[in-house]
């Protein structure tokens, strides 16, 4: 996968110098290496691996960390680096295709191996060979590989400091001038001790202190919003996410009124959501919000729908018709603020291939650019989603917001399954309520489950309550554990648990006499049933 990095990206903007520079050779995994410099508290900046080194020098780096890549340093044409950098004193590690370069480079010899290596390997570190970068790491640690070619002669001066089974040399280091280089990836999770070699080489060997904070984020944000967005006007859809949320506020705080934001209310929220949600928006968040009431539109829009992605699809476009229909309202609009999200840009490049294999049409703001010709305004385009709640957290923004659970932009229309009318929303909202009451009180769950929610079924079934029969709706409750969504587990909630949800909505929800827990992982399944 390419980087990002074509042009200048950084963890923010270049108002501060920046202790570290990370050069990107092509990296897939370029921002997760800013992503754990910032973990330890330190600033980076992103360039391209052929920055001039007279523009590397006016930064002042304190460090250097040279990315993977995916070409073989062993090419005549492989992406290169000035040679001025490993002459420059500064602290410089290499990972992967980094430290094929400084192998090369310095007068190690690099041949293609025969073997590959990907996935995970067992490090040992030689013996007697300490080295502050392995400060703290175990004598045998998982970690991560992904490489082709193999050093193996040292440069004159590097010490070998680790191998794997099949890589004889697989980290070398030369403390005299604080150069190292891993062949592995201390980035990514599966490796067990990555984040350490990481700290040792920013704290100790380049010496640089822990300071950077969250909040130098939001300052720098701020000040890019201002520099781009002018005197224009700017609009932002908002849906009650945290994404969007964060991104609307961290706007509201760089340009104030010339943002308007839109909360479109379909009807299909869950109990209390729009009353909570835009009271946050107004009265904490201080945005300039305009609430469309489009619950009728919705439910004529929808009447006697029943096929699950003419419902998405329905949903998704008339959302994008009123907020048209808004932003016409307003002069001079230049402008449209986006939650975009890290994952998000990686995600839609590889989204051509992924149309062959649709699974359902997801709606959510992300649509809307295609059709309007406005200029993006993307603040959280560098962040993973736990960073984007920090930076809520940071901005102020209360505990229920930074902390929702994913909701589907359909929103309850994708959980009354088949056809959906004023009465079928009341039954799910009332039961979706005690699922969400319950699961959140029993505080003790480890782990928490990462999204739950209730779905009424198109199903009814026979029962007895007192001496009558009854025929009525099948509700079912899903809970599920998860990293990111793409795939889950069904919690394994108590029984006990399980027993109080369901007493409490078919005594407390009129029309429901029968509830069941889905205990299906996705894949096979999905998480929303439509
Ligand atoms: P599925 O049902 O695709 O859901 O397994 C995965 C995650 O995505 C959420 N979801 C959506 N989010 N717009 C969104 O922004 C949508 O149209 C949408 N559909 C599903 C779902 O709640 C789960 O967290």
Not at 161 to 170: D, F, N, S, V
Not at 288 to 315: H, M, S, T
Request: net charge negative; glycine share 8%; with cysteine.
């Amino acid at each position: 996968m390419a980087s990002t990095s074509s042009s200048p990206s950084s963890t923010a903007v270049s108002t501060a110098p920046a202790p570290v520079i990370i050069l990107d050779f092509g990296a897939q995994y370029s921002q997760l290496i800013a992503r754990r410099v910032r973990e330890a508290r330190v600033y980076s900046e992103i360039l391209p691996h052929d920055t001039p080194w007279e523009e590397l020098r006016e930064r002042h780096p304190r460090a250097i960390i040279l990315t993977g890549g995916p070409e073989s340093a062993l090419d005549g044409d492989a992406p290169a680096m000035d040679e001025r950098i490993l002459k420059s004193g500064i602290p410089v590690l290499g990972i992967c295709y980094g430290m094929q370069l400084i192998a090369r480079d310095c007068g190690g010899t690099l041949v293609p191996s025969t073997i590959r290596e990907y996935g995970h390997a067992e490090l040992s570190l030689n013996r007697g060979r300490d080295s502050t970068l392995f400060d703290g790491v175990p004598e045998q640690s998982t970690v991560w590989m992904s490489h082709g070619d193999t050093v193996t002669s040292l440069p004159p001066g590097f010490q070998p400091l680790g191998r794997t089974g099949r890589t004889e040399i697989a980290a070398i280091g030369d403390d005299r001038r604080r150069i190292y280089g891993v062949q592995f990836h201390p980035e990514v999770a599966h490796t067990a001790y990555g984040r350490n070699v990481l700290r040792n080489f920013l704290h100790t060997v380049a010496g640089i202190e822990p300071t950077w904070e969250m909040g130098s984020f939001v300052d720098d944000a701020v000040a890019r919003i201002r520099a781009q967005v002018g005197e224009a006007k700017v609009i932002c859809a908002l849906s009650g996410g945290v994404d969007s949320a964060v991104a609307a506020t961290l706007v509201a705080r760089a340009i104030g009124e010339q943002l308007t934001c839109v909360f479109v209310d379909t009807g299909l929220l869950r109990a209390g959501e729009a009353e909570e949600v835009t009271a946050a928006f107004r009265e904490v968040m201080h945005l300039n919000v305009r609430c469309i009431d489009a619950q009728e539109r919705y439910l004529r829009l929808l009447a006697g729908e029943v096929d699950p992605e003419n419902k998405r699809v329905l949903i998704g476009h008339e959302f994008i018709k009123i907020f048209e229909e808004q932003a016409a309202t307003l002069p001079d609009v230049r402008f449209l603020v986006q939650g975009t999200l890290y994952p998000d840009v990686i995600e839609s490049k590889t989204k051509d291939s992924k149309a062959g294999h649709k699974i359902k049409t997801h709606h959510n703001v992300g649509g809307l650019p295609e059709q309007m010709n406005l200029a993006l305004v993307e603040p959280l385009r560098l962040l993973f989603k736990d960073e984007v709640r920090e930076v809520g957290r940071v901005l102020g923004l209360p505990e229920h917001i930074v902390n929702r659970q994913p909701f589907p932009g359909p929103g309850l229309a994708v959980r009354v399954l088949g056809a959906v009318d004023e009465e079928r929303l009341r039954i799910l909202r009332a039961a979706d309520k005690i699922v969400r009451e319950e699961i959140d009180s029993a505080v003790e769950l480890q782990p928490h489950p990462w999204q739950y929610f209730a779905v009424l079924t198109p199903l009814k079934s026979v029962g007895v309550m007192g001496d009558g029969r009854t025929y009525a709706n099948l509700v079912a409750i899903r809970a599920i554990t998860s990293e990111d969504g793409m795939t889950a587990d069904w919690a394994r909630l108590p029984f006990e648990l399980l027993a109080r949800m369901s007493t409490r909505i078919v005594n407390e929800v009129q029309g429901v006499n029968r509830v069941v827990y889905d205990i299906t992982s996705k894949p096979p399944a999905t998480v929303e049933w439509e």
